[in-house]
């Protein structure tokens, strides 16, 4: 048997919320965009099933507000070819695509956001990637014991 994955991705909410996700037709959208290696390369080791706490970072206050699942493995990322796009790479080529992305589902908000500061406090999460000093990516991994602790937060 194949073991689950666990991953936080951080979005704005004023670029892309939970909210977003849950209005996405069939509730699912494409994450795309991402432009750092060790993101992508996190990506391109997600599986269908695999879970996702969604985090909106540059917000008041920065929080994790709830779950989205992997519906699609990684495959390129169209953005990177759009001379339009925000995130268009000149240096990616169609025959030879440097980035990825993967579709998400939404599964649920969390009635209380877990604010980063809560999170910061708790004793049982100090070694989560998010609250490293200088962590910085959009998608990171998170372990078994972080996810199932940060669930029994979110029920409070």
């Given amino acids: 048997m194949v073991s ?21 037709p069939g509730q699912t959208t494409s994450w795309d965009g991402v432009r750092n290696y060790q993101a992508r390369n996190f990506m391109r080791t997600m599986a269908v099933g695999d879970q996702v706490l969604f985090y909106h970072s540059n917000a008041d206050p920065p929080a994790v507000v709830g779950i989205a699942e992997v519906v699609r493995i990684a495959y390129p990322d169209s953005t990177q070819f759009d001379k339009k796009d925000k ?21 649920r908000a969390f ?20 609250l490293k000093k200088g962590s910085r990516l959009s998608v990171q991994p998170v372990t078994l ?7 029994h937060l979110a029920k409070h």
């Fill in 145 to 151: 014991g972080e996810w199932q602790h940060i669930l």
């Fill in 111 to 130: 009635s209380n956001p877990l604010a980063l500061d809560d999170l910061r406090r708790d004793p049982k999460l100090k070694a989560m990637v998010l």
């Fill in 4 to 24: 689950r994955h666990y991953w936080l991705m951080k979005s704005e909410p004023s670029t892309f919320s939970i909210d977003d996700l849950a209005r996405s």
């Fill in 87 to 107: 995130h268009y790479d000149p240096n990616s080529k169609p025959s030879e695509p440097k980035w990825d992305m993967v579709d998400i589902k939404y599964v």
